[in-house]
């Protein structure tokens, strides 16, 4: 069983911080990589950021040098820090799972960012 649990999304000014949280409850899975996708509206899901099990990370050219992607392992959490906000920026941001030994991935709900002008 595998459930995740998504929060930290707000609204904030252009230049503003704000940090996502996705916690994973696991049970008879291995979590691999975890990620955070975003879609604004009319826009395809696009990935903001990856970390692997290992601690290795990637992050779209948009929010390089802006946002930091992190997990806790003991608490089987990612989080993204973002920090100077930009409009384009706002989007509902999704957490993902990847499942070792071909066991899938899964979805977080998803958490609203909105970033006024």
């Known amino acids: 069983q595998v459930q995740l649990v998504e929060s930290g999304g707000g609204l904030v000014r252009v230049g503003g911080s704000l940090r996502l949280s996705c916690a994973a409850s696991?049970?008879?899975?291995?979590?691999?990589?975890m990620g955070w996708y975003r879609q604004a509206p009319g826009k395809q899901r696009e990935l903001v950021a990856a970390i692997s099990s290992g601690g290795s990370t990637n992050y779209a050219d948009s929010v390089q040098g802006r946002f930091t992607i992190s997990r806790d392992n003991a608490k089987n959490t990612v989080y993204l820090q973002m920090n100077s906000l930009k409009p384009e920026d706002t989007a509902v941001y999704y957490c993902?799972?990847?499942?070792?030994?071909?066991?899938?991935?899964?979805w977080g709900q998803g958490t609203q960012v909105t970033v006024s002008s």
């Open positions: 696991v049970t008879g899975y291995s979590i691999n990589a």
């Open positions: 993902h799972v990847a499942l070792r030994y071909g066991a899938g991935s899964r």
